[in-house]
Structures are given as structure tokens and as C-alpha cells.
């Protein structure tokens, strides 16, 4: 079964930093992409961040130079440090996993969430 749990969110002053992890079972992590998505109340899911199975790593324009991601295949986790937060970042982070297996079937799976606030 495959489980991938984050933690880190809270409660930070815009300007403050935060720090997320996800630690992923039951899926051969150094193979996967990991992502992190964010969802804020009444709009669509938004990739945030994500890193290649290669270590290639891709931002969106938003967080570009304040968000940094990083994967520790050894603990299986992988982690998005968010620095100069704004109010607008304020949304639940997901956690993604993507594998893509030898036949070209692509398997996708989330995590529950963590709900990060960003105050004015």
C-alpha cells in the first residue's frame, strides 16, 4: 500500500519561512518523480514544485527563488522549503508521487495534505 505522509505545515507570518516533508512507502522512491501541489480555497490544484527521479527540479513562476525542493532517496522523503512566504501562499500542500513503470503505465498517488497559513 502505498502511503505518502506530510508534515511541516502551520501557522507563519508573511515573510517567515516553513519547511514541508513527505516520507513515501510502498513505492520504489528513488524512481519516482515527487511533486508538491498546493490547493487554495476555490481554485484548482497548482504544482508548487517538483524533482525528477534524476534530480531535475521545476518551479512555478510564483515561488520561483523562494521555494526550494529536495528529495533524500535514502529516507525515502522529500521536502520543500519555502522561504519570503506571502499571504497568497497560504493553501493546503499535497504531496505527489509519479512512477512510471517499464510498460508505460503511470501511476499517480497524493498525499492527505498539510494546511500552511500565511499571515498579513
Known amino acids: 500500500q502505498v502511503q505518502l505522509v506530510e508534515s511541516g505545515g502551520g501557522l507563519v507570518q508573511a515573510g517567515g519561512s516553513l519547511g514541508l516533508s513527505c516520507v513515501a512507502s510502498?513505492?520504489?522512491?528513488?524512481?519516482?518523480?515527487m511533486g508538491w501541489y498546493r490547493q487554495a480555497p476555490g481554485k484548482q490544484r497548482e504544482l508548487v514544485a517538483a524533482?525528477?527521479?534524476?534530480?531535475?527540479?521545476n518551479y512555478a513562476d510564483s515561488v520561483k527563488g523562494r521555494f526550494t525542493i529536495s528529495r533524500d532517496n535514502a529516507r525515502s522523503t522529500v521536502y520543500l522549503q519555502m522561504n519570503i512566504l506571502r499571504p497568497e501562499d497560504t493553501a493546503v500542500y499535497y504531496c505527489?508521487?509519479?512512477?512510471?513503470?517499464?510498460?508505460?503505465?503511470?501511476?499517480?498517488?497524493w498525499g492527505q495534505g498539510t494546511q500552511v497559513t500565511v499571515s498579513s
Open positions: 510502498g513505492i520504489t522512491f528513488s524512481i519516482s518523480d
Open positions: 505527489n508521487a509519479v512512477l512510471r513503470s517499464g510498460l508505460g503505465h503511470i501511476f499517480n498517488y
Open positions: 524533482v525528477s527521479s534524476g534530480g531535475s527540479t
